[in-house]
């Protein structure tokens, strides 16, 4: 999702690759499995450390890990990685496997740096391309905006936001017509149904 993705995370930078590196059983004769890792997306596998089902990842060359990746399981496939992309030595993202499918589906971050997850981005229909963005812009410890691409376009279909905090949607922005452009707004105040739009086509 591009349109409204703040994450700036690419799944190609993070997920994790099968060809080289760690080499696991798998349980059946004769077939293994090798996990490398490439966070920066230079197409070239990171150096990596691996001990006790934890793997430290360094990207850069530069001595310090930019990823922790952690086997919970013992299948020799990462469940958990975190990511330090911005280099100050905090890791501010947890990539996850939530449904072992062996495909990345969710990003935790923290964006703002204050050591809380405020933004989560899913895969929910396991494409492997981000359709829902969850954003805690306030630090309250809620979402209260939500971005959602339905039809995975890569485009944003709806806005759902949550100003007051009170859990119920206040406002919603629709892109009605699938063209990219968000059209319709639905408001607490404003009767189902009923929308406010431009000529322009754009929100207001």
Known sequence: ????????????????DVTAEDDYSTGVPGVTVEETFDLDGDGYADSTITADGVTYIDADGDGQADGVAYDYDGDGISDELLVDLDGDGTFE?????????GLVDTYSSDTDGDGIVDQVSYDADGDGYIDQVSTDTNGDGYADVVATDY?????VDEIEIDSDGDGIVDTAMIDSDGDGFLDTVYTEATPAGDSFQSQTGQVI
């Open 151 to 155: 039809d995975g376009d890569g485009l």
């Open 1 to 16: 999702m591009s349109e409204y993705d703040e994450t700036g995370y690419d799944e190609a930078d993070t997920a994790e």
């Open 93 to 101: 993202t947890a990539v996850a496997d939530t449904d072992g499918d």
